[in-house]
């Protein structure tokens, strides 16, 4: 295998990410079904297969065989991502409530964190997340687990 710094110049993780996603279609599976195929969460499979992380080389290669990509994609799935937003806040209403969540608590939880841990934050390098569905009477319930490894500031 050529090395991730070689990737195809004509192909970006832009290209990848409409490939998967026409094949996801196509193919009629679920992020849970393609996560299986990778050996990866679902979370990190769908955040790599979009650009947003760099995916091992097994995981890449068995998406790539999984949906039926070119072979050249296994090499820009395994390249570092430069992570970029198009909007400030996304309009998108499942997005963007998840950013009202984070202005509205994110200043509990680093208060909560701090005074668990100390002065530091939590680690979005060394991470994991769930997303699960919880019955409720009311109408049911996402339920979304993080967890971060605590990174304390230095001081010198």
């Known amino acids: 295998m050529k090395d991730s710094v070689f990737a195809d110049p004509m192909m970006d993780k832009d290209d990848v990410a409409a490939m998967v996603l026409a094949a996801k279609k196509r193919l009629g599976l679920s992020w849970a079904e393609i996560a299986e195929k ?4 679902p979370v990190f499979t769908h955040s790599a297969a979009m650009g947003m992380n760099s995916m091992p080389e097994a995981g890449a290669r068995n998406l790539v065989a999984a949906l039926g990509l070119p072979e050249e994609a296994v090499s820009v799935l395994m390249d570092y991502p430069t992570k970029v937003w198009a909007q400030a806040v996304p309009t998108d209403p499942c997005i963007y409530r998840l950013y009202e969540i984070v202005a509205v608590y994110g200043p509990t939880m680093k208060a909560l964190i701090q005074e668990e841990f100390g002065d530091g934050i939590m680690s979005a390098i060394d991470f994991d997340m769930s997303i699960s569905r919880v019955e409720n009477p009311k ?3 996402v339920k979304v687990e993080m967890t971060g490894k605590f ?3 230095n001081t010198w």
């Open 139 to 141: 109408g049911d319930r």
């Open 38 to 41: 990778t050996g990866l969460s």
């Open 151 to 153: 990174l304390k500031y």
